[in-house]
């Protein structure tokens, strides 16, 4: 079946980098762009960015513009999420999406989820 | 950038119908997703395109847009729905999307 199968939990001192892997499975990978969204402890949903696992082109939401990077490698069927400048306020779930059709579209595929902890 | 608002809390017994609505300016142009979250899991896609249910969902999650408000609305209410839900839209004329998902709302099962 379709899966997002991400890595396990990190924890980060501020000031660090962090890099968040998605593994797809179950379709063709460079079909569908992959999102990647956060949530902060009791917070809402928060888009950072996608990347057309195709073209490998990126598109990042301006709150972090600067700080994070999407990669993909297409051979591992894997998306990277690379966030720096880790400061408390980036501790949250941090998950991969698969959209339906098109880039901008609901996602219909969550990976499970991956807590960064960010604390000195 | 677009503004999706959501009631932060809607309570309903068993059995009865719960609405859950979801404000944005003229968002019946816009399409809609819905998205059904328990505490430590992964957001569930319940409706799609304002009223399209993804196969695995039952017929009870039904959705609806216009003017200003779209609504997820969930008959004869059941206990596991207890969870909290997220509108989400994509603000198509925009080349640098902002808020994509409204503030969630809680929905308790009396």
């Known amino acids: 079946q379709v899966q997002l199968v991400q890595s396990g939990a990190e924890v980060k001192k501020p000031g660090a980098s962090v890099k968040v892997s998605c593994k797809a499975s179950g379709y063709t990978f460079t079909t569908h762009a992959i999102h990647w969204v956060r949530q902060a402890p009791g917070q809402r949903l928060e888009l950072m960015g996608w990347?057309?696992?195709?073209?490998?082109?990126?598109k990042y939401l301006e709150n972090f513009q600067g700080r994070v990077t999407i990669t993909r490698d297409t051979a591992a069927s894997t998306v990277y999420m690379d966030l720096s400048s880790l400061r408390s306020e980036d501790t949250a779930v941090y998950y991969c999406a698969r959209p339906v059709v098109v880039a901008r579209d609901a996602f219909d595929i969550w990976g499970q989820g991956t807590l960064v902890t960010v604390s000195s | 950038s677009y503004v999706l608002t959501q009631p932060p809390s809607v309570s309903v017994a068993p059995g009865k119908t719960a609405r859950i609505t979801c404000g944005g300016n003229?968002?019946?142009?816009?399409?809609v997703h819905w998205y059904q979250q328990k505490p430590g899991q992964a957001p569930v896609l319940v409706i799609y395109?304002?009223?399209d249910r993804p196969s695995g969902i039952p017929e009870r999650f039904s959705g609806s847009n216009s003017g200003n408000t779209a609504t997820l609305t969930i008959s004869r209410v059941e206990a596991g729905d207890e969870a909290d839900y997220y509108c989400q839209v994509w603000d198509s004329d925009s080349d640098h999307p902002g808020e994509v998902f409204g503030g969630g709302t809680k929905l308790t099962v009396l």
């Open positions: 990347i057309n696992a195709g073209t490998g082109k990126t």
């Open positions: 003229n968002i019946e142009t816009q399409s």
């Open positions: 395109y304002d009223s």
